[in-house]
Structure formats: structure tokens, C-alpha cells
């Protein structure tokens, strides 16, 4: 008799960048040369959502005029992510932001999740 073995995606380690938020975060520096960002970091916020339920955002972000951001970089997008950010969006005051791969003709596709 063979056995199957489970295979579940394998976890990068915290504060390990992954190739798309490293990516992601050269256009957020590039931003940040320009003006648009005063300041922005890698993981440094952690939001509790429920008990024992959290979100790690990938991206804190600050505006030059002063405005918070949290900017969340998906390539692909688990059901359970998504409920967290559109949770994570009702109960804080800042805005947060769904960010995915950049196209090649329009670059990276970056909509404002709804609380």
C-alpha cells in the first residue's frame, strides 16, 4: 500500500522578504526618492483581529503628508488572507491596500480594500 503525503506550502520565514515584496518594495523606494513616502517598513506591524487571530501587514506605510497605509502584497490570494485585510480594514483607521503582481502594461495593480 503507498501512502499519499501531504504536501502544504512551505512558510518563509518572518521577516524574510519573498521575490514579489522585494520587488514591490524597490517601487516603494522609488516612491520615497520622489516624495510621495516619508517612511515606509518591512513587518513591523502586527494586528490582533480576534483572539489568537492576527495580521502581519507586509508593508506600513507613511505618506508625506503624515497618513498611514498598510500595504499587502499577494501573488496569489488565500480565502483566509482575504478575510483578514477586509477585517483588518474595518477595524483600524488607516487605509489598507491589496497589492498584486505588476502587469506589464499598466504596472502593479493596487486597489484600496473596503472596509
Do not use: C
Request: hydrophobic share 45%; glycine share 6%; net charge positive.
Amino acid at each position: 500500500m503507498r501512502h499519499q503525503i501531504a504536501r502544504g506550502r512551505q512558510r518563509k520565514e518572518p521577516g524574510a522578504m519573498n521575490k514579489l515584496e522585494a520587488s514591490y518594495a524597490q517601487q516603494l523606494e522609488a516612491r520615497k526618492r520622489l516624495g510621495e513616502i516619508a517612511w515606509y517598513s518591512y513587518e513591523a506591524v502586527k494586528l490582533r483581529l480576534a483572539h489568537k487571530t492576527f495580521l502581519t501587514v507586509d508593508f506600513f506605510v507613511m505618506l508625506a503628508n503624515g497618513e498611514l497605509e498598510a500595504h499587502e502584497v499577494k501573488g496569489f490570494m488565500e480565502s483566509d488572507a482575504a478575510v483578514k485585510l477586509k477585517v483588518a480594514a474595518a477595524m483600524y483607521p488607516f487605509r489598507f491596500f491589496l497589492v498584486r503582481h505588476p502587469n506589464k502594461a499598466t504596472g502593479w495593480l493596487i486597489e484600496e480594500v473596503a472596509a
